[in-house]
T-cell receptor, first 111, second 111 residues
Framework: DAGVIQSPRHEVTEMGQEVTLRCKPI?????LFWYRQTMMRGLELLIY????????DSGMPEDRFSAKMPNASFSTLKIQPSEPRDSAVYFC?????????FGSGTRLTVV | GNSVTQMEGPVTLSEEAFLTINCTYT??????LFWYVQYPGEGLQLLLK?????DKGSNKGFEATYRKETTSFHLEKGSVQVSDSAVYFC??????????FGSGTRLSIRP
């Protein structure tokens, strides 16, 4: 079991550029979650999917953020255009039954 | 609504000291309760869980007991090690969909 796989691990981009973060959940897990973590705001749930369908995107901060899950083994979180205040660690997690398994995160720096 | 409140950090202890991190919750029904741990540069990992009242979760010397009468799930360890330095998150799951996390408690252990 390779766990939840996120890519890239680190991303540095210039303000205004498009950023795409990727996540491969654990096979068989039917729910997927995107979180953002910062020192100021802690861990924030952005959006989650059940069976590839977005269920709750109330945590997505602005229209600049979008997420897709085209199939059970892949999800993306896109920021367009990116801003310095988007700098954070973005985590993906998947679950089946009780408890989550988190990926190692993508550290995004927007300069 | 559902919520989790945990003690604010940082908590600094000497090696071999006794650890308690307090966690209380508000929830309808009968939630499952969790402790997650986040080591520097990594994602959150499930440390232990309890799914019903009076259950005790345990792992790596850590324990927590699900107390419905006090709506608490305090994390304890009898003798901490430097390697236990991390951020600890209390969490609850009452709907089998998204998990509610506390704000996290940073623990530092001095040699």
């Amino acid at each position: 079991d390779a766990g939840v796989i996120q890519s890239p691990r680190h991303e540095v981009t210039e303000m205004g550029q498009e950023v795409t973060l990727r996540c491969k959940p654990i096979s068989g897990h039917n729910s997927l979650f995107w979180y953002r973590q910062t020192m100021m705001r802690g861990l924030e749930l952005l959006i989650y999917f059940n069976n590839n369908v977005p269920i709750d995107d109330s945590g997505m901060p602005e229209d600049r953020f979008s997420a897709k899950m085209p199939n059970a083994s892949f999800s993306t979180l896109k920021i367009q255009p990116s801003e310095p205040r988007d700098s954070a660690v973005y985590f993906c997690a998947s679950r089946t039954g009780y408890g989550y398994t988190f990926g190692s995160g993508t550290r995004l720096t927007v300069v | 609504g559902n919520s989790v409140t945990q003690m604010e950090g940082p908590v600094t202890l000497s090696e071999e000291a006794f650890l308690t991190i307090n966690c209380t919750y508000t929830a309808t029904g009968y939630p499952s309760l969790f402790w997650y741990v986040q080591y520097p540069g990594e994602g959150l990992q499930l440390l232990l869980k309890a799914t019903k009242a009076d259950d005790k979760g345990s792992n790596k010397g850590f324990e927590a007991t699900y107390r419905k009468e006090t709506t608490s799930f305090h994390l304890e360890k009898g003798s901490v090690q430097v390697s236990d330095s991390a951020v600890y998150f209390c969490a609850l799951d009452s709907s089998a969909s998204k998990i509610i996390f506390g704000s996290g408690t940073r623990l530092s252990i001095r040699p």
